[in-house]
Nanobody, 125 residues
Framework: QVQLVESGGGSVQAGGSLRLSCVAY????????MGWFRQAPGKEREGVAA????????YYAESVKGRFTISEDNAKNTMYLQMNSLKPDDTAMYYC??????????????????WGQGTQVTVSS
């Protein structure tokens, strides 16, 4: 069983930066994709960014392209999300997720099996 633990959320002003981390504990060798998702109050969970663990290909939502960067450190079983030029619209609970099976749409939450507990990001104007 894999456990995902996020950290790094917080409160920043618009234009600021944060880096989220997600550590995967347990048997991680069958993880195909990892991703970051977010959910604001009253809204559906949406994909932010994803990374293919087998080769490092990355995928981003249009709303974060050029501002957010997803990366991984396989030696540390850790995935990161560097968030720059943050906007109030980025305010949400951010979740780390892992996909064990086939992934059709890397930024779709429906392809992911395992989820972390979430970390809150709040951006003030």
């Amino acid at each position: 069983q894999v456990q995902l633990v996020e950290s790094g959320g917080g409160s920043v002003q618009a234009g600021g930066s944060l880096r989220l981390s997600c550590v995967a504990y347990g048997y991680t060798y069958n993880i195909n994709f990892m991703g970051w998702f977010r959910q604001a109050p009253g809204k559906e969970r949406e994909g932010v960014a994803a990374i293919y663990t087998g080769g490092g290909s990355t995928y981003y939502a249009e709303s974060v392209k050029g501002r957010f960067t997803i990366s991984e450190d396989n030696a540390k079983n850790t995935m990161y999300l560097q968030m720059n030029s943050l906007k109030p619209d980025d305010t949400a609970m951010y979740y780390c997720a892992a996909a064990l099976g086939t992934v059709v749409a890397p930024t779709s939450p429906y392809d992911y099996n395992l989820w972390g507990q979430g970390t809150q990001v709040t951006v003030s104007s």
